[in-house]
């Protein structure tokens, strides 16, 4: 593959896709994010908009510090303030990046900006000058430029790429375009602006109309050579081009692209999972490549077809993708060395300390669960390998329920070594649980979300609880995993607890 036709992946889960409302991560999640970014040969990870806030700024500056590979980028608005935060978050960065964006759409520089377009070229050239002379690597987007008047918008890239911008972004910020208009959008850039050559085009869409990805493909076909996507296609409204898609329908339709990418396609279903399991975002089951379903045949015709020969029905190869096979693998014979083996093959590294405490969760699941897949052992072990400090602790649950009685759940919590217990009713055992661990933890929470999903199938299946709950002013995501969905649920909320202590500490 030529040079030219790499297309560089550039992954926003961390900005845009944290910009989807009820999205926000802790800034270990995100460097937990991050390091997978950078393990699957993501070359640019925009980190977050260091202006924004605190959390923001250490957030990318976290990034900055401990990401080796991949360059790590921070957004700004073209003022001095926003490029002097992101240039001082990423100080530390072995390859910096300043990405500025400034409208360039009649409607956002009318009602939003209120400048004329002379005003608007002087500041978009005058923000590329001061963040190149922070970093050498300056990209520019105008924002809304599938809505821009295309003589301006040429005018536009041709003075930021003057000014030094190295990459120049056509975002479809609200998702309006379509796929044959974009990649015309894209031609005409390439045949309209006369330095186009010093720069790198990349796209940046939003799937306001379900189209992103049909639309950064389109610019592909057309020469941009940099997307900008995030993780099961996370974002802002509709969310933004889902990399998964984009990186396999490039790798299994090479015939009609001609372009690769650098992406490690194995690492592809870990990460969704990882970004799923922090944004609190459930996958769809039929989402392309990494839902439940993308490799599963129902029809019988289907699995015939398959077994004979799997390119009959199948187009990828699931394990490309890293989409693991339900087979049986542990029970409750099995010893540590085949558990630890097992995860190895996973791909999963996890400190002794850990595997220990993983490995004893392992022993329990299997004396209640006859067969224990692959899935089971990663929720065990994303159960118990937490990135907060686990302050309170399930001992014990009892719960008394019936058709006809007020449920009444008793639970036994343990803090430095020492047992609290309390008994309480609510409207469901639920809500009693969560009641009890309330008035033991002197913590109020607000449930805002909660949603159960079986791991692997059958009756006596793991359930795997995700919870959004409001503690201190914060909104707050996370999971707890049982066969019994009672404790899972009492644990996805005591993990929200700990987590809001954490970030306290
Ligand atoms: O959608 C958009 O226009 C953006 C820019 C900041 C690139 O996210
Ligand atoms: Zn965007």
């Known amino acids: 593959m030529k040079p030219e036709n790499k297309v560089l992946i ?29 393990r699957m040969g993501v070359d640019i990870i925009e ?3 260091p202006v924004i806030s605190e959390g923001d700024f250490h957030g990318v500056e976290m990034v900055a510090k401990n990401v080796k590979n991949s360059i790590v980028c921070g957004l700004a608005r073209s003022i001095k303030k926003d490029i002097d935060a992101a240039h001082q978050s990423l100080k530390s960065a072995k390859n910096p990046r300043i990405h500025v964006f400034l409208a360039t759409s009649k409607i956002h520089m009318e009602h939003k900006l209120r400048k004329s377009k002379e005003e608007i070229i002087q500041m978009a050239i005058d923000a590329v000058k001061y963040a190149k002379s922070k970093v050498s690597d300056v990209e520019f987007s105008p924002e809304d430029a599938s809505r821009s008047e295309r003589d301006f918008l040429f005018k536009v890239l041709e003075e930021v790429i003057k000014a030094g911008a190295r990459t120049v972004n056509i975002p479809d910020t609200v998702g309006y375009t379509m796929p044959e208009l974009y990649g015309d959008l894209i031609a005409s850039i390439k ?57 396999m329908a490039l790798k299994t339709r090479s015939d009609y692209f001609g372009c690769s990418t650098g992406i490690k396609t194995k690492e592809i279903c870990r990460t969704s999972r990882l970004v799923s399991k922090y944004t609190g975002f459930v996958v769809a089951p039929n989402k392309a490549i990494v839902g439940h379903n993308a490799f599963r045949h129902e029809s019988g015709i289907h699995q015939d077809g398959v ?37 190895k093959l996973l791909g999963v590294q996890i400190k002794d300390e850990e595997l220990d405490k993983a490995f004893i969760r392992f022993k329990s699941v ?30 014990s649950l009892k719960a008394e329920i019936g058709t006809d009685i007020a449920p009444q759940v008793h639970v036994e919590l343990k803090f430095k070594g020492k047992t609290f ?44 609880v995700t919870v959004k709950v409001a503690i201190d002013g914060k909104n707050i995501i996370a999971h707890g995993a049982s066969t019994d969905i009672l404790e899972a649920s009492a644990k996805a909320y005591i993990n929200a607890v700990n987590k809001v202590i954490s970030q306290k500490k």
């Open 10 to 38: 550039f992954d926003t889960t961390l900005r845009d896709g944290e910009q989807a409302p009820g999205a926000s991560m802790n800034e270990k999640e995100k460097l937990e994010i991050a390091y997978a970014l950078d």
């Open 47 to 49: 980190a977050g908009f």
């Open 191 to 247: 045949n309209n602006v006369p330095n186009i050559h010093k720069a790198v085009i990349s796209v940046h869409c939003h799937n306001d109309l379900g189209l992103a990805v049909a639309n950064s493909l389109a610019a592909i076909k057309h020469g941009a050579r940099q997307v900008e996507c995030t993780i099961n296609g996370v974002g802002e409204r509709a969310g933004n081009a889902s990399m998964e898609e984009i990186v």
């Open 307 to 343: 077994l004979k020969e799997p390119t009959t029905y199948e187009i990828m190869r699931p394990e490309d993708v890293g989409f693991m096979e339900t087979g049986l693998v542990l029970g409750k014979h099995s010893g540590r060395h085949a558990f630890k083996e097992r995860l």
């Open 366 to 395: 299997a004396d209640k669960k006859k067969q224990v897949f692959d899935e089971d052992l990663l929720a065990i072990v994303e159960d118990e390998v937490k990135v907060f400090q686990k302050v309170w602790t399930l001992e």
């Open 421 to 464: 217990k309390k008994t309480s009713t609510g409207d469901g055992p639920v809500d009693a649980c969560y009641k009890a661990i309330d008035d033991i933890t002197k913590m109020k929470g607000e449930l805002l979300d909660y949603s159960i999903q079986s791991v692997t199938q059958g009756k006596d299946a793991l359930g795997e």
